[in-house]
């Protein structure tokens, strides 16, 4: 599975942002998808996941009732919709698919990545 994220940029805090990833190579509507993201010196953590059908979602603490993921298998493509951005949400954010239909509850059990889109907010 090859992964394209784009969408990350520069914004106020408060803003918005979408980030997208683009799959191609496999069923897409047979993987979960998830976002991660990494702050410089620390390990990627959870931001968010959506099952293969996108009838599961999960979010981490830090992020939940200010973000959504989704997807449209049609596109083979897995979206966050990041509101209410904060400063501590600068990070570099990367999408990854998991083989199986479900979030497997770990970045380490996720089996292939894409490369990371720069988020940076302003305050």
């Known amino acids: 599975v090859q992964l394209q994220a784009s969408g990350g940029g520069l914004v106020q805090a408060g803003g918005s942002l979408r980030l997208s990833c683009a799959a191609s190579?496999?069923?897409?509507?047979?993987?979960?998808m998830g976002w991660f993201r990494q702050f410089p010196g620390k390990e990627r953590e959870f931001v968010a996941a959506i099952s293969a059908r996108g009838g599961s979602t999960y979010y981490a603490d830090s992020v939940k009732g200010r973000c959504t993921i989704s997807r449209d298998n049609a596109k083979n493509t897995v979206y966050l919709q990041m509101n209410s951005l904060k400063s501590e949400d600068t990070a570099v954010y990367y999408c990854?698919?998991?083989?199986?239909?479900?979030?497997?509850?770990?970045?380490?059990?996720?089996?292939?990545w894409g490369k990371g889109t720069q988020v940076t907010v302003s305050s």
């Open positions: 190579g496999r069923t897409f509507s047979l993987i979960a």
């Open positions: 990854a698919a998991d083989k199986g239909q479900y979030y497997n509850g770990s970045p380490h059990g996720m089996d292939y």
